[in-house]
Every structure is written in C-alpha cells, then in structure tokens.
C-alpha cells in the first residue's frame, strides 16, 4: 500500500502531472522543461526526482544537463500512466506543453545536445 501511495502523491501535483504527461513522448533536458514551465531549476529539479524516486522517470547526465525519460514501470505506475493517458492524453494542456516544448527545443538547441 505505500508504494502505491507514494506513486499518487507523486502524480497529484500538477506540475508534476504535467511532465509526466510530456515525458511519455520521451527524453527531455533540464533545461528544455524549464523554458516550458517558466520555473527555476531548482524547483524543476525537485518535481522530477520525485518522480523519479516514485519510479516513474530515469535520468542521465550529460555534461552538466541531466536529462529525464520514463522509466521501466512497475505494473501499478504503468496502470496510473495509463489511466493519466486515456483521460487527459491529448487534453488542451497536454497538447500547450508538448507545442511550447518543440518551440524551446528550436530556440535552445545550444545548451542540449541532441
């Protein structure tokens, strides 16, 4: 049951939803989620790694970006993800950040290496 919890709190937050809504297209930098939700990198930082610890994400450094993707899931985080997905997969909010990720991407591909 608490690992159960932990994965729910984990995607109750709604910025923390919101990536993992984006993440499941795959692998983004640091730095390209911090120009789509205007937020510090600190803050960022901490939403994913509680999705991470939740067992939702994996990340990978690269010089100093790290890097986010889904994760192997377990069957009850695959089951929530899919849950998220049937409901709110190509929702207004969904469909904004995956739009404003790829206009990030164009004008910061410096930082990235892609």
Known sequence: MNEMLESLKAVSDGTRFRLLML????????????????????????????????????DTKRGKWNYYRLGSLTGRNRRILKIMTSEFGDDSVTRQDRLKLQKVRKAMNICCER
Not at 27 to 44: R, Y
Not at 46 to 55: E, F, K, T
């Open 23 to 58: 993440l499941r297209e795959g692998e983004a930098c640091v730095c390209e989620l911090m120009g789509v939700f205007e937020m510090a990198q600190s803050k960022l930082s901490h939403h994913l790694i509680v999705l991470r610890n939740a067992g939702f994400l994996i």
